[in-house]
């Protein structure tokens, strides 16, 4: 029993070290914006303020 909760507890260490040394990182690789294929198939509109 004492050998199950040492392997369980050393499986959830290496699991959470595994994580944090993960050289992954999405955030760096989302998109910013529409690129330039988007604005080439989409003219700007006239917004003019109308008062």
């Known amino acids: 029993m ?6 369980a507890i050393m ?3 290496h699991h ?3 994580r944090a040394c993960d050289p992954y990182r999405p955030e760096r ?3 910013r914006g529409p690129g330039p ?5 989409h003219p700007p509109r006239a917004t ?3 008062l």
């Open 2 to 7: 004492l050998l199950r909760r040492l392997d």
């Open 29 to 31: 690789h989302y998109m």
């Open 11 to 13: 499986a959830r260490w």
């Open 16 to 18: 959470l070290i595994e």
């Open 48 to 50: 003019g303020a109308v």
């Open 37 to 41: 294929k988007w604005h080439a198939r």
